[in-house]
């Protein structure tokens, strides 16, 4: 299994970004898939996530409205608009709870 996370970067409060997850060595259809991401001196905080139905998403209260979660054959988004300050931090996908990726830095700052 390998997870690998790309979009990142700096954009000013306001902006949009969108991550990408490139997944291998599972099959990613039937595969319940999340975003989750950690803040500068904080723990892990699950965002969103998407499960073999394409249409089952689920969102933290704080992105409700702003973030998109969804997928293609072999890959995982998630976009991001009307970026906040507090948004910022390292993003990862995961399968499950046992397969992570490197994670990707988010900064939202003016």
């Known amino acids: 299994v390998q997870l690998v996370e790309s979009g990142g970067g700096l954009v000013q409060p306001g902006g949009s970004l969108r991550l990408s997850c490139a997944a291998s060595g599972f099959t990613l259809s039937s595969a319940y898939m999340s975003w989750v991401r950690q803040a500068p001196g904080k723990g892990l905080e699950w965002v969103s996530s998407i499960d073999s139905n394409p249409y089952n998403t689920h969102y933290v209260d704080s992105v409700k409205g702003r973030f998109t979660i969804f997928r293609n054959e072999n890959m995982v988004y998630l976009h991001m608009k009307n970026l906040k300050v507090e948004d910022t931090g390292v993003y990862r996908c995961?399968?499950?709870?046992?397969?992570w990726g490197q994670g990707t830095q988010v900064t939202v700052s003016s």
């Open positions: 995961a399968f499950g709870a046992a397969y």
